[in-house]
């Protein structure tokens, strides 16, 4: 009797979705094999040596990436996220990692707080979350987005050793080049500038630019140098169009963008991360859960461009990976994103930005957002197709059969059945 391997499994009838043709390839067979993908084949028997599990048709999709995540803000209060002690900061991350895997989002980019250690954490099995790809802290001026000192403080810096902080002030060059170079020396995959003005920040308007064309540069030249991307906050047409000219290469938010913007960031190669999600939910719950008022002053300023914002950007060809940004308690909204989307975007659209945009964004093309030979076996297994009804991914993956990130089912109700 043939003996079954261990760590392999074949998935049959499956009707398999490609993001990138916006396409689904009727009764394929995944082999899968210690995480990851051997094999995909058209109508092929399950190996004898491997479980078998028959989908009957289900549909079976990439796993979800979101490219603008904090795991550290546990809470909206950012000083109560910042002064907690490093260890609890990082057993609140994880939780916040636990629960986005289980809503299907095996692959996350961390805008700014995240560690290597919670890399190493998930990589080790000790944390049962995403793969993380991580840039240290988010690097903001003096009196900048990450500065969340009252006007009338004057204590120099701020408490950015601890994990739970999301930024760091760094002013001038020789600072910047520093910062840059310690992070990527820590495991950053990307730098992170915070170069426009910010909704949760009480000192800067949406509209003030953030770090000189000297220091932005800086930030470009040391990451070029290490094969990486500068990522930047940015929200008026000013912003971002300054950034693309210095070299920035991940646009996030771009509420405010206009279209000869759009058309020269997408000739430049850029990819925007639009956080539409990030805005509905403030405005929801912001100042019920203590957001201050010149923050919620702020917060219509950029919600109501954000719609807009996305049909410019398609038009222009720019590419837009998914992301969600929300902190704390309006982590619940997660999936919203997908619902404010859809309101301008095509459902093939909203797949290729939550799977081959967003792993292009993470250096991880090949590895994540694709089901092909090679590929880590990151997967979701739903009765629907999304291509016909995206709403299949906005409840907080009730919809997913199955969820498999690195080949290891995280849930499951479906059965073996080898026989």
Known sequence: ???????????????????????????????????????????????????AIALDGKVVMPGMIDCHMHVVAE????????IAPSSLAGLRAARVMEETLDRGFTTIRDLGGADHGLVRGVEEGLIDGPRLIICGKGLSTTGGHCDLRARTDDRPGIMSDRLGSMGILVDGTDDVRRVSRT??????????????????SPNDPIHTLQFSRDEILAAVEEAENAGLYVSAHVYTDRAIRRCVELGVH?????????????????????????????????????????????????????????RRSLAIMRDAGLEMA???????????????????????LTPAEILRSLTTI????????????????????????????????IS????????????????????????????
């Open 183 to 200: 992070y990527i020396k820590e495991g950053a995959r990307f730098i992170k500038l915070m170069a426009n003005g910010g909704v949760s």
């Open 392 to 419: 299949l991914l906005t409840d907080d993956g009730a919809n997913f059969r199955a969820v498999m990130a690195r080949g290891r089912f995280v849930r499951s109700d479906l059965e073996g059945d080898h026989a």
């Open 1 to 51: 009797m043939t003996q079954i391997a261990p760590n392999r499994i074949a998935l049959t009838g499956a009707r398999l979705l490609d993001p990138e043709a916006g396409t689904l390839l009727e009764n394929r067979t995944i082999l899968i094999e210690d995480g990851r993908i051997t094999d995909v084949a058209e109508g092929q028997p399950a190996p004898d040596d491997a479980e």
């Open 322 to 344: 998914f992301g969600s940004d929300l902190l704390g308690e309006l982590r619940k909204y997660h999936c919203m994103e997908v619902d404010l989307l859809a309101e301008v």
């Open 358 to 389: 967003g792993a292009k964004l993470c250096g991880l093309e090949g590895e994540a957002g694709v089901i092909a030979p090679g590929a880590s076996a990151d997967l979701l297994v739903l009765d629907g197709n999304p291509l016909d009804d």
């Open 250 to 306: 991940s646009l996030e938010h771009c509420n405010l963008i206009e279209a000869e913007t759009a058309m020269l960031a997408a000739e430049k190669g850029c990819i925007a991360v639009p956080t539409l999600v990030a805005y509905e939910a403030l405005a929801l719950e912001g100042a019920a859960l203590g957001l201050g008022p010149d923050s919620v002053a702020k917060i219509d300023t950029v919600r109501e461009g954000g």
């Open 75 to 82: 809470t909206l209060d950012l000083w109560a996220n910042m």
